[in-house]
């Protein structure tokens, strides 16, 4: 090869997203019985953790842009799991509230992260370290 750096085995990049890719791949029949795209599973933890949120704030945790976030809450409202409406002090922002169904579907999910956890090739401290690394790396990435 003329230039080494191009090699895909030297990309740091490759394996996260390949990584990236075939975990989200096993969440998937988890998430089918709870008729959920992994999207819409990270979008419904925010909510069952902080129950109303802007759709700017939801945005910013979950790292999607509007253009992604919009289609995604319309389905989750025509669920019945969320409900959107403009805050009424300012109209500009839109907020999104978790519905009694949708928190009723933690009952559901609540086994998710285990067994997840349990298809990893990764002891506690391992995953420990790997979690740290990545959230270093997106936190300096956000400051950009």
């Not at 003329?2 to 090699?7: G, I, S, V």
């Not at 988890?30 to 008729?35: G, I, K, Q």
């Amino acid at each position: 090869m003329k230039y080494e750096c191009l090699n895909i085995k030297n990309q740091l990049c490759f394996p996260l997203y390949a990584v990236s890719h075939k975990v989200t791949k096993r969440y998937k029949p988890y998430l089918d019985e709870l008729d959920l795209t992994y999207t819409q599973y990270i979008t419904m933890m925010v909510l069952w953790d902080q129950e109303k949120i802007s759709v700017k704030d939801l945005g910013k945790q979950l790292h999607l842009d509007s253009g992604t976030l919009t289609p995604l809450l319309k389905r989750l409202e025509k669920k019945g799991l969320i409900t959107r409406q403009r805050y009424k002090d300012d109209e500009r922002v839109l907020l999104v509230s978790i519905t009694k169904e949708g928190m009723d579907l933690q009952e559901k999910a609540h086994t998710i992260p285990e067994r997840i956890g349990a298809c990893l090739p990764l002891n506690k401290e391992e995953s420990l370290q790997l979690y740290h690394l990545l959230y270093k790396i997106l936190d300096d990435m956000e400051e950009e």
